[in-house]
């Protein structure tokens, strides 16, 4: 996604996706602006970091420039950290 555009972009993404499209660490990177959205498919086993709370939840996670992340793990070993500007959204 390009971070400057300032027009609203949809990635529709798979768990399977992420590890075929990176390296023996399993994760992806997405950064965006505010009406960006990253759409991960709900049957992809993603791990729910607070089932005190409804939906899938991930984790906080900062970046080493002060970029704040969501980071959401897969079962498949699979890592996506959204940076928190885009909005995540669990698909069928």
């Known amino acids: ?50 089932p005190n709370t409804d939906g899938t939840q991930g984790a906080a996670w900062t970046g080493t420039g002060g970029q704040m992340f969501t980071v959401y793990q897969s079962t498949n070993g699979a890592l996506v950290y959204i940076e928190n500007e885009v909005k995540a959204q669990f698909t069928p």
Do not use: E, F, K
Not at 8 to 25: E, N, S
């Open 1 to 50: 996604m390009d971070p400057n555009d300032d027009v609203g972009t949809t990635l529709r993404i798979t768990a399977a996706d992420i590890l075929h499209y990176t390296d023996a660490l399993h994760q992806l990177w997405i950064l965006g602006s505010p009406g960006d959205m990253v759409q991960l498919d709900s049957g992809g086993g993603w791990v729910d970091a607070d």
